[in-house]
C-alpha cells in the first residue's frame, strides 16, 4: 500500500460570483498525492484544474472543503495563519515563465525571492543557494545576473522551478509547466521535473490538458470534467482501460501515427454552463450512452476496481 | 540541452558588458543625446553661468536702457538698462529649479498616490474622484489659484503647479499598477510568501517607474512653460529676482522696440523644454527592456 498521503483533499468546492449567479468551477472535488508521488490532473480549459492547484497553494479562497497539508488543516475557517505555516513546504511552478517572472528581476534575484521573503540567509548562503539552484535545474551558475528576457522559454521555466525549489518544498503544484513550450522543450522540462523528483523525493500535482505530457510523468491520473473529478486511477489502468464514457472519448481523440484501431466516438458539443447547472452527471449531455438515471441523479466518485475510481452510474453494481 | 549551451561562452564580458546595457543603449539614442546636450548646457549655465557674468542681474543703468545685443550686452539690455544674459543666466536657477522641484514633488505624490489607488482597489473610487476633481480644473487656472491663495514667491509655484500636476502623475503610476497588479509574477510573490511592502516595493514599483520617468520629464518641461506663463499673468516669482518668466513678462510691453528682452529669455523656456521632451522619449525607448529600439 502506499505511504500515508501528504496532501489530502475532501470535497473542495469554489464559487465565483459571475453576473449576479453563481458558477462552481470547483464542484466537490477529493484526492489524496502520496510521499513522492506524482498526481495528474486533467481536463479541458474551465474543468476547474488550474482553480483546483490555486486553491492549494493559497492563490484562491476555498469556498468550502477541507484541504489537510503536512497533517496541518488547511479550510477556510483556520484562514491565512494556517497556510503560512506549510507555505515553505509547498511551490506552484507557473504556466507561463513569461509572464511570472518579473522582466525587472535579474535571474538570481527571482530565484533567491523565496529565501529573501523568508528571511535568515546571510548574503554569501544566499548567493550559493542560487547558484547551487541554478545547477540543480540545468543552467550555468553564471548566469544568474542576466534579466528574463535574455533567456529562451525553456530556460525560464527552469528558472521558474529553480524558484520554486529554493524554500526547499516537498510538494509542488505544476500548473500547466509546459504548455507553452514546444515539443523539445517540454520533454526536456519533463525530465528535469522527473529528475528532481528522483532526486528531492517530491510529490507534485501536475496539472494539464495534454494527456501524452501527463501520460509520462504521472503515477496516478485524475480526469477532471465540469469542476468534478470523474475518474482517477493509476497511469497504466487509466490509459489501457478507461472506464468512464468522458476518458474514453478524450483518449480517443489523442492524435495517432496510425488510425487504424477502433476508436471511441469522439465528444462533440461543449463544457455545459456552471451557472445554470443541469441536474444529473454533469457529462449526460454529451454522452453516447447517458441514459434515464444520468439525467437525474449526479453518479459519486466510487471504486470500480482496486484503486480505479469512476463517477459513473453505467459501472453501478446492479441493485 | 542544447538551449543551455547557448549562454556558456564567455558569460563574464557579457555580465561585464550588460551592467552597462541601458547607458550604452542612450548613448546610442539621437534624441536622447540631443535632449541630454540640451538640457545640461541649460543646466550648467544656470549653475555656473552667474559665476562668469560678473555682473549684477539687478544692477540697472538707466544710461544703457534698451541697448540691442552687442559685445557689452551680448543678449542686450532691458528697460532699466540691465543686462540680459546675466538675467537669463541667473533666471535658468530660479525656472530649472522651479521645474526640477515640480517634476520631484509631483512625481513621488503622484506615485504614492497612483500604487495606493491601483493597488489597494478599496481606496481606488475615493482617491481618483479626488483626482478627477483636481484635473477638472484646467492646470494653470489651478495653479493661478493656489498660487493667488499662498503669495507670490517662487515655492508656493511649486506648491501650486505639484498639486496641479500630480493627478497625472497618479493616473499615469495608476494604469501601470493596474496592469502590473494583474502578472502572475505578483501572484508567484505572494506563493513565495511575500507580503504587500514586499511586493510594492520589488514588484510594482520598478515595474511603473519607465512610464514614470518619462512623464516627469515632460512635466519638467511643462512647469517651465507654466512658470512663465504665470509670470506673464504676474503671478510668478516676483522680480527684481529674475526668472525666465518674468523676464519675458516685463519685456512684453516693449516686444516691438527692443525684442532682444522676450526672444533671449524665449529661446531659453524653448530649448529647456525641448530638451526635457527628448530626454523624456529616448529614456522611454531605452526603459523599457523588451522595446527593441533602432538607431
Redesign the interface.
Known amino acids: 500500500m502506499r505511504e500515508a498521503p501528504i496532501v489530502i483533499v475532501r470535497d473542495l468546492v469554489k464559487t465565483f460570483a459571475a453576473r449576479g449567479a453563481s458558477l462552481r468551477a470547483v464542484d466537490g472535488v477529493s484526492f489524496d498525492v502520496g510521499q513522492g508521488e506524482t498526481l495528474g490532473l486533467v481536463g479541458e480549459s474551465g474543468s476547474g484544474k488550474s482553480t483546483t492547484g490555486r486553491i492549494l ?3 484562491e479562497a476555498a469556498t468550502s472543503g477541507s484541504i489537510r497539508l503536512f497533517d496541518q488543516e488547511i479550510s477556510p475557517a483556520s484562514g491565512k495563519a494556517a497556510l ?1 505555516a506549510v ?2 513546504r509547498l ?2 511552478v ?1 504556466q ?1 515563465p513569461q ?7 535579474r535571474a538570481q534575484d527571482a530565484i533567491a ?2 529565501l529573501d ?2 528571511g535568515g540567509l546571510s548574503r554569501a548562503a544566499r548567493n550559493d543557494r542560487v547558484r547551487e539552484l541554478l545547477e540543480m535545474v ?3 551558475r ?2 544568474g ?3 528574463p ?4 522559454g ?2 525560464r521555466q527552469r528558472i ?1 522551478i529553480a ?1 520554486a525549489l ?2 526547499k518544498p516537498e510538494f509542488i503544484v505544476c500548473d500547466e509547466p509546459v504548455s507553452s513550450l514546444d515539443v523539445s ?1 517540454q520533454a ?1 522540462i519533463v525530465n528535469l521535473l522527473l529528475d528532481l523528483q528522483e532526486r528531492l523525493g517530491l510529490s507534485y500535482l501536475f496539472i494539464a490538458h495534454d494527456l501524452a505530457v501527463v501520460r509520462s510523468i504521472s503515477a496516478r491520473v485524475a480526469v477532471m470534467y465540469a469542476g468534478s473529478i470523474v475518474e482517477i486511477a493509476p497511469r497504466h489502468e487509466l490509459y489501457t482501460s478507461p472506464r468512464h464514457p468522458y476518458t474514453q472519448a478524450l483518449l480517443a481523440a489523442i492524435p495517432r501515427v496510425k488510425p487504424n484501431k477502433a476508436r471511441a466516438a469522439v465528444v462533440t458539443g461543449e463544457l455545459p454552463s456552471q451557472i445554470d447547472t443541469v441536474p444529473g452527471c454533469t457529462f449526460h449531455p454529451r454522452c453516447p450512452f447517458a441514459f434515464e438515471r444520468c439525467r437525474a441523479e449526479k453518479p459519486k466518485l466510487r471504486e470500480i476496481a482496486p484503486s480505479h475510481l469512476a463517477a459513473c452510474h453505467l459501472h453501478d453494481v446492479p441493485a | 540541452m542544447t538551449d543551455v549551451g547557448l549562454v556558456a561562452p564567455s558569460t563574464q564580458i557579457l555580465a561585464e558588458r550588460r551592467r552597462f546595457r541601458v547607458l550604452r543603449k542612450l548613448a546610442a539614442h539621437r534624441s536622447f543625446k540631443i535632449g541630454l546636450v540640451l538640457v545640461t548646457v541649460l543646466a550648467l549655465c544656470a549653475i555656473i553661468g552667474p559665476m562668469l557674468t560678473g555682473t549684477d542681474p539687478t544692477a540697472m543703468s538707466i544710461r544703457y536702457r534698451f541697448k540691442p545685443p552687442s559685445a557689452r550686452f551680448p543678449f542686450g539690455s532691458d528697460q532699466y538698462g540691465r543686462d540680459i544674459l546675466t538675467r537669463v543666466l541667473y533666471g535658468g536657477r530660479l525656472s530649472l529649479g522651479i521645474g526640477f522641484s515640480v517634476a520631484l514633488l509631483s512625481g513621488v505624490f503622484g506615485a504614492m498616490i497612483g500604487i495606493l489607488a491601483g493597488y489597494f482597489r478599496a481606496l481606488d473610487p475615493y482617491v481618483m474622484r479626488l483626482m478627477d476633481a483636481l484635473m477638472a480644473f484646467p492646470a494653470i487656472l489651478l495653479a493661478i489659484g493656489i498660487g493667488a491663495a499662498l503669495g507670490a514667491q517662487a515655492s508656493s509655484i511649486v506648491v501650486a503647479l505639484s498639486v496641479a500636476y500630480v493627478p497625472r502623475t497618479a493616473r499615469i503610476v495608476r494604469a501601470s499598477v493596474l496592469v502590473i497588479r494583474e502578472m502572475e509574477y505578483l501572484q508567484a510573490a505572494r506563493v513565495s510568501g511575500a507580503g504587500d511592502a514586499h511586493i510594492i516595493v520589488k514588484h510594482v514599483l520598478p515595474n511603473c517607474l519607465g512610464p514614470l520617468i518619462v512623464q516627469l520629464t515632460f512635466i519638467f518641461a511643462y512647469a517651465i512653460l507654466a512658470e512663465a506663463t504665470l509670470s506673464f499673468l504676474g503671478i510668478g516669482p516676483p522680480p527684481p529676482a529674475p526668472s525666465w518668466g518674468n523676464i519675458i513678462a516685463e519685456g512684453r510691453d516693449y516686444s516691438v522696440e527692443a525684442w532682444w528682452v522676450m526672444l533671449f529669455p524665449g529661446l531659453a523656456v524653448s530649448l529647456a523644454a525641448l530638451g526635457m521632451n527628448l530626454l523624456g522619449d529616448g529614456l522611454r525607448d531605452v526603459l523599457d527592456p523588451r522595446l527593441k529600439i533602432e538607431t
Open positions: 497553494v493559497g492563490l503560512r507555505r515553505r511551490q506552484f507557473f507561463d509572464n511570472s517572472l518579473n522582466p525587472r528581476m525571492e523565496p521573503v523568508a540545468g543552467l550555468p553564471s548566469c545576473d542576466r534579466f528576457h535574455e533567456f529562451s525553456g530556460q521558474g524558484r529554493a524554500l522543450m526536456q
